[in-house]
């Protein structure tokens, strides 16, 4: 009887739903991380398999993978994960394959270019326009309009990769000051050319990578995107602006959208900057949620997915039945507790147990990401 008091408090939190014409068994999603944890030259072994094969036992119902370059300049390690060759694909099939060994979960892959915050020690960064990174004390090159256009042709047939390998749909990571952030950003790019100025000319770079793979994959594919909707740095992007690109790609037909923010120079303003904010009270919590109100009414059947400090299950069930988002997503919840969905599912419903720390932000920079608070416990145990 208390299982099934629990699943009316939660029920739509584990009711089936679609993005675009795939359905989730679930309206738990796992945002993408870096893991760290991949072969070599961004190769999949058995290290991140395993990884991603935990998460998936789990009960989490859309997993989204750490982003994955679509280049070999576009990688900020040699242990991210790459597929902008045809030898990456096996791997891929690989890991596809093992999360898809569990029952109707489902698996996203996250692509990504590092743009202005790349430090890659062969190739320089790039982005709409030379600002220098304050942060890296590196000034990125500004790519001509040919070089945007070859860089749109690399995320398409990455994304074409994706679906090669099994992959259920492919999200393009447009946040956080990488590359496809850096055009939508009025803080990083001044050009007046058809790539800048205007809002639609700064989300083109994110319409003709939907329109050049939609005309090859169809709709069968699922493109979503994780959106900047704010920098945290003076004269940087704002809601405002980002709302208006947001209702633009819903327009040019985006499954789904995750909004977030933050860049690295966010630190430099902020004590407590996004995306990893530090959460010391319930009211921390759900901190993109106003963004989510704004953005939700805009974006008709494009579905929102929301990321951000998402702890209880009890609040994440009233933000789906209020509307306010399609999806709920967690990224450190789920390192440190990767069976969070099944534990919610069969009757505990307290929190996470994710205290915010950020230190498995601190470990990934320099190996295999982990909660450093689960591990501590477990060695005193």
């Not at 270019?113 to 890296?136: D, L």
């Not at 599912?345 to 307290?350: L, Q």
Request: hydrophobic share 35%; glycine share 8%; net charge positive.
């Amino acid at each position: 009887m208390k299982l099934v008091k629990i699943m009316k408090e939660l029920k739509t939190l584990f009711s089936p739903e679609k993005i675009g014409n795939v359905e989730i068994k679930n309206r738990i999603v796992r945002s993408a991380t870096f893991e760290h944890r991949a072969e070599k030259y961004g190769y999949v072994g058995q290290k991140i398999i395993d990884f991603y094969d935990e998460l998936a036992r789990g009960g989490t119902g859309l997993i989204i993978t750490g982003f994955t370059g679509i280049d070999p300049s576009a990688t900020g390690s040699p242990y991210q994960l790459r597929l902008d060759n045809d030898s990456y694909i096996s791997g891929h099939k690989k890991l596809v394959k093992i999360v898809h060994d569990q029952p109707d979960v489902k698996l996203a892959i996250q692509i990504v270019h590092m743009g202005r915050q790349g430090e890659h020690p062969r190739f320089p960064p790039v982005a709409p326009s030379p600002i220098p990174e304050k942060t890296t004390g590196l000034t990125p090159k500004e790519l001509s309009v040919e070089e945007i256009y070859e860089l749109i042709k690399r995320f398409k047939e990455t994304a074409i990769r994706a679906y090669e390998c099994g992959y259920d749909m492919v999200q393009l990571h447009a946040t956080h000051g990488y590359l496809l952030s850096n055009f939508v950003s009025p803080y990083t790019n001044k050009r007046r050319d058809e790539f800048g100025g205007s809002i639609e000319n700064m989300a083109k770079i994110l319409v003709e990578i939907f329109n050049q793979t939609r005309d090859e994959l169809g709709k069968k594919f699922p493109i979503t995107v994780k959106l900047q909707t704010h920098d945290s740095v003076p004269g940087g992007l704002t809601l405002d602006t980002s709302s208006k690109i947001a209702e633009i790609l819903a327009d040019t037909g985006y499954d789904a959208i995750e909004p977030s923010g933050g860049i690295y120079e966010s630190q430099l303003a902020h004590k407590n900057p996004y995306p990893c904010k530090m959460i010391k009270s319930s009211e921390g919590e759900n901190y993109f949620l106003s963004t989510a109100k704004m953005i939700k009414p805009l974006i008709n059947k494009t579905k929102l997915i929301l990321v951000g400090g998402i702890k209880n299950p009890l609040s994440a069930e009233k933000i789906l039945n209020d509307k306010q988002a399609d999806f709920i997503s967690m990224c450190r919840p789920l390192i440190y507790e990767p069976d969070l969905p099944n534990r919610w599912k069969n009757g505990d419903i307290s929190p996470a147990k994710c205290t915010s720390c950020n230190s498995c932000l601190v470990v990934m920079r320099k190996g295999p990401v982990y909660c450093v608070t689960k591990k501590n416990l477990e060695k005193k145990s």
